[in-house]
Protein backbone atom coordinates (compact mmCIF):
# COMPACT_ATOMS: atom_id res chain seq x y z
CA UNK A 1 0.00 0.00 0.00
CA UNK A 2 1.47 3.42 -1.07
CA UNK A 3 2.16 5.83 2.10
CA UNK A 4 -0.42 8.36 2.95
CA UNK A 5 1.29 12.10 3.42
CA UNK A 6 -0.08 14.63 6.23
CA UNK A 7 0.36 18.17 6.08
CA UNK A 8 -1.05 21.54 6.84
CA UNK A 9 -0.30 21.32 10.81
CA UNK A 10 0.68 24.60 12.60
CA UNK A 11 -0.05 26.58 15.12
CA UNK A 12 -3.03 28.58 15.88
CA UNK A 13 -5.12 30.74 18.33
CA UNK A 14 -8.61 29.01 19.92
CA UNK A 15 -11.65 29.50 17.70
CA UNK A 16 -9.23 29.24 14.60
CA UNK A 17 -8.92 27.08 11.60
CA UNK A 18 -6.55 25.06 9.82
CA UNK A 19 -7.11 22.43 6.79
CA UNK A 20 -5.18 18.82 6.69
CA UNK A 21 -4.34 17.26 3.41
CA UNK A 22 -3.84 13.60 3.29
CA UNK A 23 -1.75 12.60 -0.17
CA UNK A 24 -0.59 9.92 -1.80
CA UNK A 25 0.36 8.50 -5.09
CA UNK A 26 -1.17 5.62 -6.31
CA UNK A 27 -3.91 4.25 -7.88
CA UNK A 28 -5.54 2.18 -5.00
CA UNK A 29 -5.92 5.75 -3.45
CA UNK A 30 -9.88 5.80 -4.49
CA UNK A 31 -10.46 2.24 -4.05
CA UNK A 32 -10.62 2.93 0.18
CA UNK A 33 -11.96 4.76 2.81
CA UNK A 34 -9.87 7.57 4.20
CA UNK A 35 -9.39 8.20 8.13
CA UNK A 36 -8.12 10.69 10.19
CA UNK A 37 -6.96 9.79 13.92
CA UNK A 38 -4.88 12.29 16.37
CA UNK A 39 -2.38 11.47 20.06
CA UNK A 40 -1.76 13.65 21.75
CA UNK A 41 1.00 13.24 24.33
CA UNK A 42 0.28 10.88 27.26
CA UNK A 43 -3.23 9.70 25.65
CA UNK A 44 -3.96 6.84 23.15
CA UNK A 45 -4.77 7.53 19.62
CA UNK A 46 -8.55 8.09 18.73
CA UNK A 47 -10.32 8.15 15.81
CA UNK A 48 -11.48 11.89 14.06
CA UNK A 49 -13.44 11.67 10.92
CA UNK A 50 -13.39 9.19 7.78
CA UNK A 51 -14.81 9.51 4.53
CA UNK A 52 -16.07 6.46 2.36
CA UNK A 53 -13.75 5.34 -0.98
CA UNK A 54 -16.27 7.91 -3.40
CA UNK A 55 -17.41 10.66 -0.37
CA UNK A 56 -20.55 9.89 -0.51
CA UNK A 57 -20.30 9.05 3.27
CA UNK A 58 -18.80 10.85 6.34
CA UNK A 59 -18.21 9.65 9.76
CA UNK A 60 -17.18 12.16 12.51
CA UNK A 61 -16.24 11.34 16.41
CA UNK A 62 -18.77 13.33 18.55
CA UNK A 63 -16.13 15.71 20.06
CA UNK A 64 -15.52 17.18 16.28
CA UNK A 65 -19.32 16.78 15.15
CA UNK A 66 -19.99 20.53 13.77
CA UNK A 67 -16.56 21.92 13.79
CA UNK A 68 -14.58 19.81 11.33
CA UNK A 69 -15.69 18.44 7.72
CA UNK A 70 -13.91 15.63 5.75
CA UNK A 71 -13.90 15.69 2.06
CA UNK A 72 -11.90 14.03 -0.89
CA UNK A 73 -10.93 14.64 -4.51
CA UNK A 74 -10.01 10.94 -5.89
CA UNK A 75 -9.05 13.15 -9.36
CA UNK A 76 -6.32 14.52 -6.82
CA UNK A 77 -5.26 11.55 -4.51
CA UNK A 78 -5.96 13.65 -1.86
CA UNK A 79 -8.31 13.88 1.45
CA UNK A 80 -8.94 17.26 3.56
CA UNK A 81 -9.88 17.69 7.12
CA UNK A 82 -10.99 21.00 7.52
CA UNK A 83 -11.19 22.18 11.30
CA UNK A 84 -12.74 25.08 12.36
CA UNK A 85 -13.37 26.95 16.14
CA UNK A 86 -10.13 24.61 17.07
CA UNK A 87 -9.75 24.33 21.02
CA UNK A 88 -6.74 23.43 23.00
CA UNK A 89 -7.76 19.97 23.24
CA UNK A 90 -7.61 19.39 19.67
CA UNK A 91 -3.84 19.93 20.26
CA UNK A 92 -2.70 16.69 19.02
CA UNK A 93 -0.71 14.72 15.76
CA UNK A 94 -2.73 14.39 13.59
CA UNK A 95 -2.45 10.98 10.88
CA UNK A 96 -4.47 9.72 7.71
CA UNK A 97 -4.90 6.16 7.08
CA UNK A 98 -6.59 3.70 4.71
CA UNK A 99 -9.90 2.30 5.49
CA UNK A 100 -10.21 -1.55 5.58
CA UNK A 101 -12.77 -1.00 3.01
CA UNK A 102 -15.00 1.03 0.28
CA UNK A 103 -17.60 2.45 3.24
CA UNK A 104 -18.45 1.49 6.93
CA UNK A 105 -22.05 1.09 8.01
CA UNK A 106 -21.39 1.73 11.41
CA UNK A 107 -19.09 4.53 12.44
CA UNK A 108 -15.43 3.29 12.36
CA UNK A 109 -12.41 3.70 15.14
CA UNK A 110 -9.07 3.51 14.78
CA UNK A 111 -8.58 -0.01 14.46
CA UNK A 112 -10.63 -0.27 11.54
CA UNK A 113 -7.86 1.67 9.59
CA UNK A 114 -3.98 0.32 8.30
CA UNK A 115 -1.33 2.03 7.08
CA UNK A 116 -1.05 5.23 9.13
CA UNK A 117 0.83 8.21 7.74
CA UNK A 118 3.63 10.37 9.84
CA UNK A 119 1.53 12.28 10.86
CA UNK A 120 1.41 16.48 11.30
CA UNK A 121 1.32 18.07 14.45
CA UNK A 122 -1.62 20.47 15.44
CA UNK A 123 -1.10 23.42 17.98
CA UNK A 124 -3.63 25.00 19.46
CA UNK A 125 -2.99 27.73 21.60
CA UNK A 126 -5.64 29.53 24.38
Known amino acids: QVQLVESGGGLVQAGGSLRLSCAASGRTFGSYAIGWSRQAPGKEREFVAA????????YYADFVKGRFTISRDNAENTVWLQMNSLKSEDTAVYYCAYGRTRTYSYTPSVPDFRSWGQGTQVTVSS
Open 51 to 58: ISWNGDRT
